[in-house]
């Protein structure tokens, strides 16, 4: 069974960095498919933030281009979110998701960030 | 960006209702549309994808359809477990992006 797993700070300083994991099992992240970031925000707007492919390709959305990198450690199976200069809208609930066609099939539970001082 | 408009905001439905849910795209999106459920405290559930094609495991009682700008998803036959939160998203451009979701509620 494929599971996700999201895990990193719940509170992030304003101008600092929000970094996350997410940790997969049961499937190979470079064995195929996009490993996204989704974001849900107080009020439901959901905002795609990007993927990184199995073979390592990232793509991102131009609204955060500026700030965000997904990196990966395949020896852990494991893909990760770094998001710059966080400021008090980026308050919301990440998702790390696999993608596919492109649509998201299997997701993790989600992980509240706060960004507060 | 394409804009999915989606609506109504909330909804509540008897047991046994036929509901539905509506998006709209700011663009045409080629049936390149995907709805899920998110219950509360859950992470999302995909139930369709190309706009009409169950996911494995789904109940038949939900479909889509739709084409061009214009997509719906209903529920024929409302059941308590149906109780969740409904969102679309289109798969036809990056980024891909999402409907702001329906409440659906057992009246």
């Known amino acids: 069974e494929i599971q996700l797993q999201e895990s990193g700070p719940g509170l992030v300083k304003p101008s600092q960095s929000l970094s996350l994991t997410c940790s997969v099992t049961g499937y190979t992240i470079t064995s195929g498919y996009d490993w996204s970031w989704i974001r849900k925000f107080p009020g439901n707007k959901m905002e795609w933030m990007g993927y990184i492919s199995y073979s390592g390709s990232t793509n991102y959305n131009p609204s955060l281009k500026s700030r965000i990198s997904i990196t990966r450690d395949t020896s852990k199976n494991q893909f990760f979110l770094q998001l710059n200069s966080v400021t008090t809208e980026d308050t919301a609930t990440y998702y790390c998701?696999?993608?596919?066609?492109?649509?998201?099939?299997?997701w993790g539970q989600g992980v509240m960030v706060t960004v507060s001082s | 960006d394409i804009q999915m408009t989606q609506s109504p905001a909330s909804l509540s439905a008897s047991l046994g209702e036929t509901v539905s849910i509506e998006c709209l795209a700011s663009?045409?999106?080629?049936?390149?549309l995907a709805w899920y459920q998110q219950k509360s405290g859950k992470s999302p559930q995909l139930l369709i994808y190309?706009?009409?094609r169950l996911q494995d495991g789904v109940p038949s009682r939900f479909s889509g359809s739709g084409s061009g700008t214009r997509y719906s998803l209903k529920i024929s036959g409302m059941q308590p477990e149906d109780e969740a939160d409904y969102f679309c998203q289109q798969s036809y451009k990056y980024p891909l992006t999402f409907g702001s979701g329906t409440k659906l509620e057992i009246k």
């Open positions: 663009e045409g999106i080629s049936n390149d």
């Open positions: 998701a696999r993608e596919g066609y492109p649509l998201f099939d299997y």
């Open positions: 190309a706009a009409s």
